[in-house]
């Protein structure tokens, strides 16, 4: 069955670093496994100014479509690559990124990933819920 969802109706969590206060963001599954997917993830998610996402990891490989807002992709090589808005970029897995908010308005983007469960890996300890580890709401099985 497909749906069709009002993705700026989806209410976000906010996640942040518990040891880095320039580590926060809110996004929201939009689709996965269990949830109108079968072999992807869909995540819309939004960067206030002066925020990033946090160094991490992806389980599987991420395209990243940014809708509005201005930002620096920050890769595991110390490239870094300006992002704004109608920028795509693929993340191989598992090559180590982050993504910071160097505008003034709010940085929004849909990641789209190759599977329908997957873990991401932070260098940070992640609140809630207090773990280096966030994904899917059915990574656990």
Known sequence: MMDVVASNKLERTKVW???DPSVQWAGAFAACG???ATQSSTIVYEIEPGARLGWHTD???ETQYIIAG???LHMEDGTVHPVGPGSIF?????IRHDLANTGKETLRAVAFFA???FTQTFDNVMMPP???VLGTPNREG
Do not use: F, R, S
């Not at 693929?90 to 598992?94: E, I, N």
């Open 115 to 117: 599977a329908a469960m």
């Open 90 to 94: 693929v993340l191989p897995t598992p």
């Open 130 to 132: 207090k773990t280096h």
């Open 70 to 72: 201005t930002g620096e």
């Open 17 to 19: 670093g518990q040891d």
């Open 34 to 36: 269990g949830k109108g």
């Open 59 to 61: 389980a599987t490989e």
